[in-house]
């Protein structure tokens, strides 16, 4: 059944947010249709009062203002271009955004105003903003991470019911690469006893290094409330001999032992090291100097390059461009 969309108009659109590598966060969509197990975002609807099991992603909150707002925001004088972060408490490409287009017009706001921004997805629709992205690459630093913590069918399957296949994502990857904008992997959430198994990271790190991607990250799975029930749940359905590991592991935790994650993440570089992770980019997209002049509207350099400034073909499905 697909997802109830909801308008909910907002008063604002950037985030403040504290003691992370970014500034400031947004948020086009709230709720999100991928429905992943093991979401994080479940345990803040939890605190605000809303379902964090399995109806989370069945209504989608769409902020109709949303580029508007943004686009006031980044034009005061006291905003500083500050690095921000899209997409950090649901999937700014997840299948709402093939309808409502709202990442693909705050990216354009971004890129205006030379605003720095990391974006992170498991969406391969993004593959449509080429040309938008292509475009605040050379007014900001961009950087875009495709989540691809395995590439194992049934385990993409059970934990991530409604995304795309992730060698959808490796597609993606490549294209921006072609395109020269920075396209990198976050190998996130690892699951203990699932997807830490180091020849299927192997695999991952392998596959991203032929897509191009020009570096990878990974982190192990946490659970807080909300997310905790609703993973456990679907862990003793899909594979139960692993429930009481997983009990033990986050006993009266959130996180497991540091341990686990220093060790997963000393695997994952030494596999970066040994398959050869680096910026390849024949042509990398870089910020330009400002000129001291009027500057042209970022429609200038997509018309330039010979880009539609339309928004192209969208489908609202999932599945994105291609099949797996």
Request: charged letters at 25%; proline letters at 8%; glycine letters at 8%.
């Amino acid at each position: 059944m697909p997802p109830i969309y909801r308008d909910e108009p907002c008063r604002t659109a950037l985030n403040r947010v504290r003691n992370m590598s970014f500034s400031w966060s947004l948020n086009p969509y709230m709720g999100c249709a991928h429905q992943c197990t093991f979401c994080f975002v479940r345990a803040f609807e939890r605190l605000a009062d809303r379902p964090s099991d399995a109806r989370y992603g069945t209504s989608i909150r769409v902020k109709t203002n949303f580029v508007e707002v943004l686009t006031r925001e980044l034009a005061r004088k006291s905003w500083h271009r500050e690095q921000v972060a899209v997409g950090t408490a649901t999937d700014p490409y997840q299948p709402a955004e093939g309808r409502f287009r709202l990442t693909r017009g705050s990216i354009a706001a971004l890129g205006e105003a030379r605003t720095p921004f990391g974006l992170i997805t498991r969406g391969p629709l993004i593959v449509r903003d080429v040309d938008v992205l292509s475009a605040a690459s050379v007014r900001a630093k961009v950087g875009v991470t495709f989540s691809i913590p395995t590439l194992d069918h049934e385990i993409w399957r059970r934990t991530e019911p409604g995304t795309a296949p992730p060698r959808q994502r490796l597609r993606a990857i490549r294209t921006f690469i072609d395109a020269g904008i920075d396209a990198s992997v976050g190998m996130a959430p690892i699951l203990p006893g699932i997807s830490d198994d180091p020849a299927a990271m192997a695999t991952v790190v392998r596959a991203a290094r032929d897509a191009g991607a020009t570096s990878i990250w990974a982190n192990v799975l946490y659970l807080k409330p909300g997310t905790r029930e609703h993973f456990l749940e679907n862990l003793a359905r899909d594979w139960p001999e692993l429930l009481p590991r997983y009990e033990s592991l986050y006993a009266g935790r959130a996180y497991v032992e540091s341990h686990v994650v220093k060790d997963v993440r000393l695997m994952v570089r030494a596999l970066t090291r040994e398959h050869g992770i680096a910026d390849r980019r024949e042509r990398p997209l870089l910020p330009e100097p400002e000129p001291s002049d009027e500057q042209l509207p970022l429609t200038a350099f997509i018309q330039a390059n010979g880009q539609a400034t339309g928004h192209g073909e969208t489908t609202a499905s999932s599945g994105g461009p291609g099949t797996a």
